[in-house]
């Protein structure tokens, strides 16, 4: 008789039915969060701005070397561009892939 309660407790574990925790996510737990969404902000423009100014140096670059038959020149310069380009895509898009992969990890 003494391993009834033991097996009682065991019991919902082992038919596969436990309890489920839910923790959404609390924009109002915490001071300050609505500065720190300010400064994530300006943050992503200031990389998006960055982003520009670099593209502007690689294309430069890039002209520069292809107008003066400097291979290496020319190929960083692509390649600067390049860059750039995946920069703004990543600033741009940090959000909803961020919100993606929480959409993911909420399923798992």
Known sequence: MSDLPVFLAQLPAALGILPTVEIPPNDTGLPGIAQLRTIVGAVMTVGLILSVLA???????????????????????????????IAAVVCGAAVALVNFFWAVGQTV
Do not use: D, E
């Not at 291979?71 to 390649?79: A, E, F, I, V």
């Open 55 to 85: 593209l502007i140096i690689a294309a430069i670059v890039w002209g520069l070397g292809s107008s003066s038959s400097n291979p290496h020149l020319s190929s960083r310069g692509k390649m600067g561009v390049l860059i750039a380009c």
